[in-house]
């Protein structure tokens, strides 16, 4: 009596690759031929491998006096030298250091919050959702800069933690709208009903039935975010509220202005820090822009 | 078992949710267990959303549901749900986007297991399985380690099917799962219905096809923009159907050996006696029925 066998795509010949399977493989199909993609993360790939490993093949630290003052690149100082007399190369890769942590920092507390908030509201609805939007919209429009700038001069910075942890704390509104917007969608997908009825519970929804359907999107998101982080930090860093231990490329680009690096014509001490900001965000965007394509078929040139 | 009193859900729809509407008006409903009772109205009649109030997966916006005494709309904390639904199962209308696209089909029998069942070993839960799935006579090859789009709405409507019989459930809410099914298929499903019926299930069965309401139901009710337009014991309302409604609806159904012309001169050469249906004034939101015989009742008639 079972009449299983007219039913389409019940006779198991037709699909043997399993859909994750063969999604993964299609996304990856698509991923070795978007040039943007290939580019956009090879460069972010270099500048954090050079500022994972450059560190170590400085045998001093990045703000030790330690050549002849204001030297144009040469053999020896391959950046040139600052006015003091500081490695240029060496500070650019402790710089870059910084500059990721930053980013990974910033934007992962920032995509954490932005995240969370935007899930619980967008599958709790109701009055939750009111009350998680009402305070998104006051952290959106409250003039961020602004508020970092007062916390930070109150504060007295010193690491680049704590820079983070505020730049997290005031860049996540727009990912929460984000995220709110999609699992507003999703979750009135009749499966996340289904999971309901089968005991299971809210966090567990939202992260195995709601959290897996929008992953491109997520990544996205966080890419942007550290983007932005990496974007503020150096704002920051270029009016003086930067972490005041160490180094950072915005700290190399203020003091580069500080010390009239422009009228002077050293552009071997402004020209790393601003084309290393630069090429991290600039590259990160062009990444986006290419798993946008890679993730949206109707955007994929073909 | 099942009592729905005064159960109205008013949805707010427009661009700032400045407009209302009321899906479902001042439904009276009651299944006990072992009985079938259908839901039977045109689509936008608020069929599914009776369904997932029963289910307190939307909660009414006024009214009471209860299920063997319990108030369902105010189930507390994540412990009473779970239970709840240990024994008040549904299988929704679309069986497609049922499936999380991303995960094999099965997954919604292991889901129920690891939150009902962590015990059962792996041998005992594999026959629990192949058990349900061959009550709802589907063969496990083919419905086995696939994903949903690797099967047919009707095999994934009977794995959603067999997925409630996992559970020791004691009312089922089926929205209108056999409409995906072929002929032979739904007879399956039809008579599958019947012996949950014989185990003392109660059954809220939704469908706006006529045929079926009266196939397996001892109770219709025919719905009309959320109220209810009439009441009764199948049999009574399909052969006597009092609301002009109703009338209009099984008018409707093609008769296999009669023609339209037939019907309607038949219609008009006696015309059903007339009952007087209840009214409410302007701007009143109940929805009164009146008892025209024993347990048959009609509702208000919606412009
Ligand atoms: N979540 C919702 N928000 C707003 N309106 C809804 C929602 N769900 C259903 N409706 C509306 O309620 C009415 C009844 O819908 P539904 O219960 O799905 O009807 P049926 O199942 O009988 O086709 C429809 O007009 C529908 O547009
Ligand atoms: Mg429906």
Redesign the pocket.
Known sequence: MSNVAGAPGSDGTTEPQPAVERRTSETLHFAKRNPKLLIGSGIVLILLLLGLIGPLFVDHGPNVYIGPQSQPPSAEYWLGTTTFGQDIWAQFVYGLRSTFMVGFLGGGIAFVIGTAIGFIAGYKGGIVDEILNMLTNVVLVLPALVVLIVAVAYLDIKGVFVQSLFIGMTSWPWAARAVRSQALSLATRDYVDLARLSGRRTGKIITTEIAPNMSSYLVMSFILLFGGAVLIAAGLDFIGLGPTDGVSLGLMLQNSFTWSALHLGMWWWFIPPGAGITAIVGSMYILNVGLDEIFNPKLREL | MLELSHVHKV?R?GAFGGST?R?VRDVNLVVKPGEVVSLI?E???????IGKMVLGLTKPSQGTITFEGKDVTRLRGFGEKKEYYRHVQGVF?DPFSSFNPIFKADRVFEMIRSSYFPDVSDADWREKVLDVIGTVRLDPANVLNKYPHQLSGGQLQRLLIARALLLDIRLLVADEIISMLDASTRIDVLNLLADLKERGLGILF?THDLSLGNYVSDRSVILRKGAIAELGPTRRVFENPLHPYSRHLLSCVPQLHRTWAEVDAELAANPPEDVVLPTVSEGDDSAPLVEAEEGHFVGIDQR
């Not at chain 2, 689509?43 to 959303?49: I, P």
């Open positions: 949805y729809v509407l899906a109205g689509s936008g009649s608020g069929k599914s959303t209308q939704v």
